[in-house]
C-alpha cells in the first residue's frame, strides 16, 4: 500500500497581556523606590486616614494614598501604584488598606 506523509506547519501567535501586566506589577512591587513588596497593612485599621497614610508612605513612599468612604462604590481596575483606604463617617481605618 502507498505511504502517505503529511507535513503540518502550525504557526501560533499569543498575546499574554495579562501574564505581562502582572509580571510587571511583580516588578515594580520588587523596585526599591516602590518601598519593596508589601502590599497590605493590616495594622492601619482603626488608626485615623492622616495616621495610616503616613504609614503606609513611611514604608513605601512611592504609592498614591487615596481616602474612601466604606461604602462608596469604587472602580474594579487594578492600579499596582494605589492603595485605598476606607474609612467610617469618623474617618477612621474601616478595613485593611491594599495595594490595587
Given at each position: 500500500p502507498p505511504k502517505h506523509t503529511h507535513t503540518h506547519t502550525h504557526t501560533h501567535t499569543h498575546t499574554h497581556t495579562h501574564t505581562l501586566c502582572f509580571s510587571l506589577s511583580y516588578l515594580l512591587l520588587e523596585d526599591?523606590?516602590?518601598?519593596?513588596?508589601?502590599?497590605?497593612?493590616?495594622?492601619?485599621?482603626?488608626?485615623?486616614?492622616?495616621?495610616?497614610?503616613?504609614?503606609?508612605?513611611?514604608?513605601?513612599?512611592?504609592?498614591?494614598?487615596?481616602?474612601?468612604?466604606?461604602n462608596a462604590m469604587v472602580t474594579m481596575d487594578y492600579v499596582i501604584t494605589r492603595v485605598r483606604v476606607f474609612v467610617d463617617d469618623n474617618g477612621m481605618v474601616a478595613r485593611t488598606p491594599r495595594t490595587g
Open positions: 526599591p523606590s516602590m518601598g519593596g513588596s508589601k502590599d497590605s497593612w493590616e495594622e492601619c485599621i482603626g488608626l485615623s486616614f492622616e495616621e495610616a497614610k503616613a504609614i503606609i508612605l513611611n514604608e513605601s513612599p512611592g504609592l498614591n494614598v487615596v481616602k474612601v468612604p466604606q
